[in-house]
């Protein structure tokens, strides 16, 4: 029979990892990430992996992308202040194509800000924080089963996409424990790395399935605009290259979505949330709905490519949407871009540290709703 | 004893950080689990590691928890002054409270919810005081029955390396004994 597991938010990050094949990591402990890093350091070399605490957090992304191209399944954690210096090299991961994981676990920011308070300040951040149209995707989770399941994601959207992919936590989550059912091995699909048939024509290294060095190919690697075997280009060819890794994770914004909806059907309001805020949400919407009042939740988990279609297809009944946030107003614009005007959007944000409560999400949906039902 | 946990139960555990308050809620939170419980546990503390005022609470259900963190506690402990002076007003009349003797002078306790035990003390008597929350813990859960004592007893010593085992039994035994002396004043 299985059993129940005690487990925090940060340790199934790391065995998530661990389950879904991980096996390098590289980091720098920041709070609230460093349990993460902690179980890597215990875990990965008794299981042949590969663990290695870097001198900041620029080296930490950059030996996870050599360790990529080296064949690893490779990933690194951190919190805002590391995941600021670490935007460089995901730009390096996004133009090199380089399966990676990376997750943030948020703490109220800007800067060195409350290391040990939660905060959804990154969100934008994880979306444009390295310059230039870039691809990625950013995944997020609000119990620590989700925790679990995310990161398995986010190691397999990698794999699949041969994009950076950013876990967003927060301090709340990362520290908290609850009790989950532990994925069984085969439990949940676990994507493979692709590998060259042997004695197959050498494919091109870009524009197929991610090949790491070593199979007998000879190709460049380079954060310069390059051709299909690396080799710096410009032009035409550089416009191309750029289409091609933005629009691979932009037009499967449906296949990349995960998300939960409740109570949408007959919904004149509908809570949108993500992360740890999904928690006060659901509790939110669960009390609204048992004083009858028409409220759906719409628990987003992965937050880009943004899931418009989730908002163009939203029931006519709804009138009003609320997206609260532990910011000052982030995912909402986006939100309010793809409901475009179908329904009046707000915010509601908190940013001292705290989680918002089921009181206050509450409270401002009867505040615009009314009683009526 | 009348003091019946409600369901969902909100314990808030809080002292001064080194008093280990946020083991004590996992201890809680694995015993409770051992019951078969739905549990989830949270904590807040300062960026200072050690002696800024540090809170762990544990909600025990048995259905689903979403909201994972208490709103107002049904179960209070206070170890330390700098706790007391931040968390003891935020509670509800049914609230119960155990304090350890020294976090106060002021009479709070009323022979009904608010208790008093020299929990600080007992773990010096003891042996160490390191060991102050799990005598908490052995006397809280005495007194309110949140989990079965098999279940905390177990989880104490599951967290235990083996050559502390026999000074976190004596702990757990005076910590028990401790809530003797208060057994009989609960109406």
Request: net charge negative; glycine share 8%.
């Given at each position: 029979m299985k059993t129940q597991q005690l487990m925090q938010g940060n340790e199934a990050c790391a065995f998530g990892a661990l389950y879904a094949g991980c096996n390098f990591y590289a980091g720098y402990p920041i709070t609230p990430s460093s349990e993460i890093m902690e179980i890597m350091a215990r875990e990965l070399p008794r299981r042949g992996g590969v663990f290695l605490q870097a001198e900041d957090e620029i080296a930490s992304i950059s030996a996870v992308i050599g360790a990529a191209w080296g064949g690893a399944r490779a990933m690194t954690a951190t919190s805002g202040p590391g995941f600021s210096l670490m935007q460089e090299g995901i730009g390096y991961a996004a133009i090199t194509e380089t399966p990676c994981v990376v997750v943030d676990s948020q703490r109220w920011g800007p800067s060195t800000g409350q290391p040990t308070k939660a905060a959804q300040g990154d969100v934008m951040q994880a979306i444009w924080g390295t310059h230039g149209d870039h691809p990625v995707i950013v995944l997020t989770a609000g119990h620590v089963r989700d925790v679990f399941e995310m990161t398995v994601a986010a190691f397999n959207l990698a794999e699949l996409y041969r994009v950076p992919v950013v876990l967003l936590l927060d301090e709340i989550l990362s520290h908290m424990r609850e009790n989950i059912f532990v994925p069984e091995p085969g439990e949940l699909e676990v994507i493979p790395r692709s590998r060259p048939v042997n004695g197959a024509k050498p494919v091109a290294p870009f524009g197929g399935p991610f090949i790491p060095l070593g199979y007998g190919v000879r190709f460049s690697v380079t954060g310069l605009a390059h051709d299909d075997w690396g080799f710096p280009v410009e032009g035409p060819p550089a416009e191309r290259l750029l289409r091609r890794i933005v629009e691979k994770v932009w037009s499967k914004a449906r296949e990349i979505a995960r998300y939960e909806a409740l109570y949408l059907d007959d919904a004149r309001a509908v809570v949108v949330c993500y992360g740890i805020v999904s928690r006060p949400a659901e509790s939110a919407v669960e009390a609204l709905r048992s004083e009858g009042l028409k409220v759906g939740l719409l628990t987003l988990k992965t937050l880009w490519p943004f899931p418009d279609f989730l908002f163009r297809e939203l029931?006519?009944?709804?009138?009003y949407v609320l997206v609260p946030e532990l910011?000052?107003?982030?995912l909402v614009r986006e939100v309010e871009r793809a409901v475009g005007g179908r329904a009046r959007v707000e915010h509601l944000g908190r940013v001292d540290g705290y989680l918002l409560t089921p009181e206050q999400i509450a409270g401002r949906v009867v505040e615009n709703l009314g009683r009526r039902v | 004893m009348t003091f019946v946990a409600r369901d969902p139960v909100q314990v808030r555990l809080t002292g001064t950080g080194g008093q280990g308050v946020i083991t004590a809620g996992i201890i809680l939170a694995e015993a409770a689990l051992m019951d078969g419980r739905n549990v989830v546990q949270t904590q807040s503390y300062g960026p200072?590691?050690?002696?800024g005022a540090s809170k762990s609470e544990v909600i025990i259900s048995s259905r689903k928890i979403a909201y994972p963190q208490v709103t107002v506690p049904d179960v209070l402990l206070c170890l330390s002054e700098d706790a007391f002076n931040k968390y003891?007003?935020?509670?509800?009349?049914?609230t119960f409270v155990l304090l350890d003797s020294n976090v106060t002078d002021e009479p709070v306790e009323d022979g009904r919810r608010v208790f008093k035990l020299p929990i600080v003390a007992t773990a010096l008597q003891v042996g160490h005081k390191v060991v102050v929350n799990v005598v908490a813990l052995a006397a809280l859960n005495a007194l309110?029955?949140?989990?079965s004592q098999a279940s905390l007893k177990e989880a104490v010593l599951r967290r235990v390396p083996a050559r502390f085992r026999e000074l976190n039994e004596a702990a757990f035994a005076a910590g028990e004994e401790l809530a003797t002396m208060v057994g009989e004043a609960i109406p």
């Open positions: 029931p006519t009944t709804v009138e910011n000052l107003g982030q | 200072e590691a050690r002696l003891f007003r935020d509670r509800h009349d049914d309110t029955g949140l989990v």
